[in-house]
């Protein structure tokens, strides 16, 4: 019998064939979803902010931050015996959901920074990205099928796919 495993904000959880991972609200958060076809492992972050160096001290959640998920992650689906050479990455989100004046800094723009982020981690993992469907204005909630690999995306404006 199939599970729904909620992931939250800031969380990362690691599923098995036929469970699906869901996290609600992505704004300019970003989730990575990660799977291997072979094990049929899937996992699923819900990073908020690109880079943990910029934390408080005793800030230590290591789901929060781009550059720490994804090691958790890894590591994680490493435990159920998936091999990194057969990962796959789907993100989504990132997007801006705010206005700013002209003379807005880099640091507003969360979204795309946490995009950029993720990038770089996936490409220093070699962790190829498959799909994506990131920036733009507007929500996210996502659902990775542990089945399939497909990554199933709901938006309240702009309807719903699958990559």
């Not at 469970?19 to 899937?42: E, N, P, R």
């Not at 550059?67 to 091999?83: F, P, R, Y």
């Amino acid at each position: 019998m199939e599970k729904k495993i909620k992931v939250g904000m800031a969380d990362l959880k690691v599923a098995t064939e036929p469970d699906k991972l869901v996290t609600l609200g992505l704004g300019s958060c970003v989730g990575i979803a990660l799977y291997d076809f072979k094990t049929k492992v899937g996992g699923l972050a819900h990073i908020m902010l690109p880079d943990s160096k910029q934390a408080r001290k005793g800030d230590v959640n290591a789901a929060k931050y781009a550059d720490t998920a994804l090691s958790v992650l890894v590591d994680e689906m490493k435990k159920k015996g998936v091999s990194k050479q057969r990962i796959v990455a789907k993100i989504a989100g990132g997007a801006q959901m705010f206005k700013f004046n002209n003379g807005a800094s880099d640091i507003m723009r969360v979204g795309t920074r946490n995009i950029e982020a993720v990038k770089k981690g996936l490409a220093e993992y070699r962790i190829p990205i498959t799909a994506e469907d990131t920036g733009g204005n507007f929500g996210r909630t996502i659902e990775l099928d542990t089945k399939t690999g497909s990554l199933f995306i709901k938006t309240i404006s702009k309807g719903e796919k699958t990559i």
